[in-house]
Nanobody
Framework: QVQLVESGGGLVQAGGSLRLSCAAS????????MGWFRQAPGKEREFVAG????????YYVDSVKGRFTIARDNAKNTVYLQMNSLKPEDTAVYYC?????????????????WGQGTQVTVSS
């Protein structure tokens, strides 16, 4: 089992940047694929980005391609989401998620563990 704690959210103006971090407990972080999701008020949770256990496979939702970058540091048990050129429509609670697998990036409904979320608000 793994516990996930997100940090780095906040209020930023449109065009600005934020870096989210997700720290995982335990000694087996490198066996987990990781993902970032977001949920805006009144909307369903949306997959944002995913990264395989070793970082060799990465996926993004089309709306963030070229602006967001997911990365992981297995030595620090941490996954990051660098968010640049932020837009008001990026406003949401951002969650990280984990699934123990060596099989690439899981589908959006396959993650087993979730953090509590961190709020990102982008003002226009």
């Amino acid at each position: 089992q793994v516990q996930l704690v997100e940090s780095g959210g906040g209020l930023v103006q449109a065009g600005g940047s934020l870096r989210l971090s997700c720290a995982a407990s335990g000694r087996t972080f490198s066996t987990y694929a990781m993902g970032w999701f977001r949920q805006a008020p009144g909307k369903e949770r949306e997959f944002v980005a995913g990264i395989s256990w070793g970082g060799g496979t990465i996926y993004y939702v089309d709306s963030v391609k070229g602006r967001f970058t997911i990365a992981r540091d297995n030595a620090k048990n941490t996954v990051y989401l660098q968010m640049n050129s932020l837009k008001p429509e990026d406003t949401a609670v951002y969650y990280c998620a984990a699934k123990r697998t060596y099989a690439g990036v899981p589908g959006p409904y396959e993650y087993d563990y979730w953090g509590q979320g961190t709020q990102v608000t982008v003002s226009s």
